[in-house]
């Protein structure tokens, strides 16, 4: 097994390395997106819309259950397959950008990956509005060469166009939805109406010819909607659909009520992370009650909830008044553009600390690396480049925390490092934060926070391999930098086992 980021700086990826192959995979002449690009922010403004003007997406998520329905899909809304007691599965999130990033990710992915009986996609399969088209270079070519198949729950990327390249591809519908009744004229939804981004004419013409990469028997599935649940051997997985707010619907909050009852163990998969960051996000139900209370419901018996969203692994174990441990984990490094982990505090969240926390990139590699981007990017390179080592030891001294993984020499903590630090958002002990009033880290992580860019490994990408028995469920978050060393034999960066049985 190869090295990994909290054994030496080679296992993230850093120093001289083999670039991988996975350029070799890469169509010519794809779009990056970049997120200052006032096309792309257009693009993407219906997230912006329904803040200001009511979110549309419950009702809209009802028309497509209904039609699917309509054409025979299971009421339940349950996928029942038939694995063995002892199988394994991908997790896989927020992927669809269709750079580096993501296609770097594809190597490991396929190795690591080889034997597995499917994978599921946790949030965000399309860049920048899940466009039919985009499904081409960004998913059908990427995956080509998994030989099972994908299920998927959208994220409000995949919203930005009503849902409708996503239900077209994964759920086998030809169309979009056809118009609703225009509301009334000057309210609040008529103008939202008038501002939406919907499909454009012809979308999806490219469908038929980019499904022929995957078209092999055994990579087929059609699910029943943005939502849905699969019986795998003895365990139940949970998908939920949380549209553009990061909310669920009371039409799925009842479903979700329904088919999380009863002995079975189970996983949730939802486009919104319920513990991240340092923080708690139960996810509220309409008319009343939030995803989390369901799931540490003793009578569900979920053991994990694991969720997209946000571009980088997180995980925190948090022991329940019952004694169980649900394994909360945020599993976003599937392609998209990382996001930074240096900017979390120190972790105190319902029990879970610094002792039991886990990310990766590691905070002092997350550091490192924006360092660099934004080095490069104001051309003061020796001013704001910090070395892993450097960024390590500042992290250290912010937190209050030993170094993750030892350096050789320790960096030295200067004024210029603490600067850098500082003004990249550089998470602290919550003690000491409440002394600052400058929104530092907000006003970074929301606004600085850069979207795609061209830059070389380490890309600090990840996905999960769960290896399901009828006793317990080991969950890996496996590394992928770009580079050939990584690709061979993708480095365990966390590992848990999660007991089936009490």
């Known amino acids: ?136 270079d960004k998913f059908f070519r990427p995956y080509a060469g998994y030989r099972a198949p994908i299920y998927a729950i959208p994220g409000n990327h995949d919203w930005y166009e009503d849902l409708a390249g996503f239900m077209r591809v994964f759920c086998g519908e030809r169309a979009p939805l056809p118009p609703e009744e225009r509301p009334r004229p000057l309210t609040r939804a008529w103008l939202r109406s008038l501002l939406w981004h919907r499909p454009r004419p012809g979308d999806g013409e490219r469908l038929a010819e980019a499904r022929a990469l995957r078209s092999a028997p055994e990579q087929q599935a059609v699910q029943p909607g943005p939502y849905w649940a699969i019986d795998a051997g003895p365990i139940r997985i949970v998908g939920i659909d949380t549209g553009l707010l990061g909310t669920v619907d009371a039409e799925q909050g009842a479903w979700l009520r329904e088919v999380s009852r009863g002995p079975r163990p189970k996983i949730l998969v939802t486009g919104s992370p319920l513990y991240v960051d340092g923080a708690h996000h139960p996810c509220p139900i309409e008319g009343g009650g939030t995803v989390d209370e369901i799931v540490r419901d003793p009578d569900h018996h979920y053991v994990a909830a694991i969720g997209g969203d946000i571009h980088n692994y997180q995980r925190y174990p948090v022991r329940l008044p019952d004694g169980r441990t649900l394994q909360y984990v945020v599993a976003g490094g599937g392609g998209a553009f990382t996001h930074a982990t240096h900017t979390i505090p120190r972790v105190d969240v319902a029990g879970v600390t610094e002792r039991d926390f886990r990310c990766y990139p590691l905070r002092g590699d997350s550091l490192a690396f924006y360092s660099a981007l934004y080095g490069r990017r104001l051309r003061l390179p020796r001013l704001f480049t910090l070395t892993e080592a450097e960024a390590s030891a500042v992290i250290a001294e912010r937190l209050g925390i030993g170094p993750t993984r030892p350096t050789d020499p320790p960096g030295r903590v200067t004024r210029r490092v603490r600067l850098v630090a500082a003004l990249l958002g550089t998470g602290r002990r919550p003690d000491r934060a409440k002394r600052f009033r400058l929104p530092v880290r907000k006003i970074y992580t929301q606004v600085f926070s850069p979207g795609s860019a061209t830059y070389s490994p380490p890309f600090f990408k990840s996905f999960l391999r769960l290896d399901v028995e009828p006793e317990r469920i080991r969950l890996r978050c496996l590394a992928a930098t770009g580079n050939r060393a990584q690709e061979t034999d993708p480095p365990v960066e966390d590992e848990v086992i999660i007991p089936l049985t009490r």
Do not use: H
């Open 1 to 136: 097994m190869s090295n990994s980021s909290r054994d030496t700086a080679e296992g993230a990826g850093w120093g001289s390395a083999e670039r991988g192959i996975y350029r070799r995979l890469m169509p010519g002449g794809t779009e990056k997106v970049f997120w200052l690009d006032p096309r792309m922010l257009w693009a993407a403004r219906n997230g912006v819309l329904v803040c200001w003007l009511g979110d549309p997406t419950g009702r809209i998520r009802s028309r497509w259950t209904a039609r699917r329905a309509a054409a025979g899909a299971p009421a339940d809304k349950v996928i029942r397959r038939d694995d063995p007691d002892r199988f394994s599965f991908l997790v896989i999130g927020d992927t669809g950008e269709g750079g580096e990033p993501q296609y770097a990710v594809v190597p490991g992915l396929l190795n690591a990956g080889r034997d597995t009986r499917f994978a599921v996609l946790a949030s965000d399969v399309i860049y920048p509005v899940g466009s039919a088209d985009d499904y081409a």
